[in-house]
């Protein structure tokens, strides 16, 4: 079992940063991928970022050159950092986990979510 608890959502002017943060409890949290996901209201959920536990990682296509996924198996925590925010990242952004590749498509854990809004 792993249990996902983010953090580090807010608001935000366009172009300035967040660092969101996902700690996950569970003696296994190194042998999971961990992935971020967002979902804005009316719109499908999106993928963001994924990272293996050695630190193998992909970014979505619109979030390429501004997010990075990271993650510190001692703390058992991963991180999203985000820049150049745009109005259009606003979104619930949620913390997964679940074996490589499952993680980029249908993570099986989830956290409770973490919003952000980025004002223009």
């Known amino acids: 079992q792993v249990q996902l608890v983010e953090s580090g959502g807010g608001l935000v002017q366009a172009g300035g940063s967040l660092r969101l943060s996902c700690a996950a409890s569970g003696r296994t949290f190194g042998t999971y991928a961990m992935g971020w996901f967002r979902q804005a209201p009316g719109k499908e959920r999106e993928f963001v970022a994924a990272?293996?536990?050695?630190?193998?990682?992909t970014h979505g296509d619109s979030v390429k050159g501004r997010f990075t996924i990271s993650r510190d198996n001692a703390k058992n925590t991963v991180y999203l950092q985000m820049n150049s925010l745009k109005p259009e990242d606003t979104a619930a952004y949620y913390c997964?986990?679940?074996?490589?590749?499952?993680?980029?498509?249908?993570?099986?854990?989830w956290g409770q979510g973490t919003q952000v809004t980025v004002s223009s």
């Open positions: 990272i293996t536990w050695s630190g193998s990682n």
């Open positions: 997964a986990a679940d074996s490589w590749p499952k993680i980029v498509s249908d993570p099986f854990y």
